[in-house]
């Protein structure tokens, strides 16, 4: 039995990554394909250092492009790929452009789809994420949902509930396998600041950044804040930044600096009193570590998050940034519970359901 795990982009490495050591443990025989979606040094190799990821057996140097075009890239040169070494198995995670890709291509060749992260729906067709995820749950043969409402999702959708496993968020096991080295890091001596006492933002949604007014009105709010922000810029953000002449907006209060590794990530999420965000892991691990989270979106498939009251979904406009923020300044937040099945079990619930449907033979390797 061979499998192929697929990847592309950031979100994807910090979600396969306990399931391939997981694999190899148990000495399945797995490839690790790259699409290239992401490659400069700190969207890509930065996390597969950290995480303990090994050198993909292939990196297919997708790049760039537009939707079709990365998209179609991916799908074609998977396809040779996916010809070439035939698994019996494909494993695709999360939502990105080269997890569709990857569902696509093995599905076409009949060769059965693995999702982990199936069923999370924001129900806002504008967001590619979510044709990605709905268009990959619906040809997928096993669907590992986060969630329990991620459960509810695919069965409203008519999916058979036997290709349905509520195994919990495999993003929450790379997290707590990792704790320690977060806890230890306390990378916000760096930027001389003190635990709880500032705020961690991230911004990359093409939504946000790529309307000129839209993003003077987050990084104004973000300037102003009663609270440092420190601001880790995505390619995209930067881009948009010196496109549309914001540089200066970038005030000694705002800490705008270069992608952050897992771990530097991680270790400021996890002391900063707030977080502010348009990503979707973000909003989970925010909600894991105990750290508020405001989300600058119309709406979230992280559902499990905001019903918890470990985040709240706010509008990107200057006055409705800064009141959330002034709001939990003054008021705080009551604390919440973690969502059921977010654990280090994951890997392990998924790859037992994996070996007693198809008969996966795995000895465990003492590492
Ligand atoms: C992708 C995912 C998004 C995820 C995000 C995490 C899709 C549709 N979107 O968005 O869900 O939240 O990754 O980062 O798959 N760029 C670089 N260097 C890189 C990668 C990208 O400079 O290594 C720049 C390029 O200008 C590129 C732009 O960022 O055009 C966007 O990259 P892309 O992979 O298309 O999407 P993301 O916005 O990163």
Known sequence: MKIACIVGA?????????????????????????????YDYEMNDKF????????????????S?????????????????????????????????STLAGALAAAKLNIPVTHVEAGYRSF?????????????????EFLFAPTEDAVENLINEGIDQSKIHFVGNIMAETLLRNLKKIKERKKYKEFGLKPKEYAIATIHRPENVDDAHRLREIIGAFSE?????????????????????LQSSLNRSLIATDPFSYLDMLS???????????SGGVQ???????VPCLTIRKNTERVTT??????????????????????????????????????KQITKRILGILEANLHLKTEVVSI
């Open 10 to 38: 950031r979100p994807n490495f910090i979600k396969i990554a306990p399931l391939i050591a997981e694999m190899a443990r148990r000495a399945i025989d797995y490839r690790l394909i790259h699409t290239g979606q992401h």
């Open 48 to 63: 597969f250092e950290e995480l303990d990821i090994p050198v993909p057996d292939i990196n297919l140097g997708v790049g």
């Open 65 to 97: 492009g537009t939707h079709a075009q990365q998209t179609g890239q991916a799908l074609i040169r998977l396809e040779e790929e996916l010809l070439k070494d035939r698994p019996d198995l494909v494993i695709v995670v999360g939502d990105v452009n």
């Open 124 to 140: 806002d067709r504008t967001m590619p994420e979510e044709i990605n995820r709905v268009l990959v749950d619906h040809i997928a």
């Open 225 to 245: 804040a009663p609270l440092p922000v420190v601001l880790p810029l995505h390619p995209r953000t930067q881009k948009r930044i010196n496109e549309f002449d």
């Open 268 to 278: 400021l999420l996890s002391d900063a009193f707030l977080a502010l965000t348009d």
């Open 284 to 290: 989970e691990e925010a909600c894991l570590l105990h």
């Open 306 to 343: 905001v019903n918890l009251g470990a985040n709240r979904l706010i509008k990107g406009e200057r006055n409705s940034i800064l009141s959330a923020i002034n709001g939990l300044v003054e008021n705080g937040v009551a604390p919440w519970m973690a969502p059921l099945n977010w654990d």
